[in-house]
T-cell receptor, first 115, second 115 residues
Framework: ETGVTQSPTHLIKTRGQQVTLRCSSQ?????VSWYQQALGQGPQFIFQ???????GRGNFPPRFSGLQFPNYSSELNVNALELDDSALYLC??????????????FGSGTQLSVL | AQSVSQHNHHVILSEAASLELGCNYS??????LFWYVQYPGQHLQLLLK??????LVKGIKGFEAEFIKSKFSFNLRKPSVQWSDTAEYFC?????????????FGSGTRLSIRP
């Protein structure tokens, strides 16, 4: 176990709806990254939060947004859901040891299905 | 932009066979390199990482990887695999000169070990 918890584990939504996914980081970690993993693919970087601010973003549209709270937990929000948003969403926390490349501790993910 | 290529989608080996999984990355600057593993039903976890120094890196469970800068490669090796090595393996890269921990993953290689 990594100490990174995500909720919910599974979610079914319809196209056009909005969804919020939650992540609690491992104790002592102040950086949270979100990844999208489509079936048969590797995780794709969505964005990272460090001390409540976005600190790097991948090639995802603005309808993917996030928050980080003072206790370092985080949310991923997706508006106007599309069918292609169906995927496993992974949260990973890491201690901020300086410049990039820290070891990531992953949660088990939220499986989102968009119908 | 950084990218990672894993040459094999699915590798099938017998127990005690030697393993080498290929990984190539594209990025012209300093890189941090990783191999992550996902065992069936478990979360992604770090197998080994390269930041600097000796290009031959040893990880957990007898795995090692060699960074060859001239070939932009970071292949994973194990001299003798076990049934318990059945898992999905992901190579990943981070731009070492970036202040953001944006880690880019390859599409993964599924390893199946015949007992």
């Amino acid at each position: 176990e990594t100490g990174v918890t995500q909720s919910p584990t599974h979610l079914i939504k319809t196209r056009g709806q909005q969804v919020t996914l939650r992540c609690s980081s491992q104790s002592g970690h102040n950086t949270v990254s979100w990844y999208q993993q489509a079936l048969g693919q590797g995780p794709q970087f969505i964005f990272q939060y460090y001390r409540e601010e976005e600190n790097g973003r991948g090639n995802f549209p603005p309808r993917f947004s996030g928050l980080q709270f003072p206790n370092y937990s985080s949310e991923l929000n997706v508006n106007a859901l599309e069918l292609d948003d169906s995927a496993l969403y992974l949260c990973a926390s890491s201690p901020r040891e300086g410049q990039g490349g820290e070891k990531l501790f992953f949660g088990s993910g939220t499986q989102l299905s968009v119908l | 932009a950084q990218s990672v290529s894993q040459h094999n989608h699915h590798v099938i080996l017998s127990e005690a066979a030697s393993l080498e999984l290929g990984c190539n990355y594209s990025y012209g600057g300093t890189v941090n390199l990783f191999w992550y593993v996902q065992y069936p039903g478990q979360h992604l976890q770090l197998l080994l990482k390269y930041f600097s120094g000796d290009p031959l890196v040893k990880g957990i469970k007898g795995f090692e990887a060699e960074f060859i800068k001239s070939k932009f490669s970071f292949n994973l090796r194990k001299p003798s695999v076990q049934w318990s090595d059945t898992a999905e393996y992901f190579c990943a890269v981070n731009a070492g000169d970036s202040s953001a921990s944006k880690i880019i993953f390859g599409s993964g290689t599924r390893l199946s070990i015949r007992p």
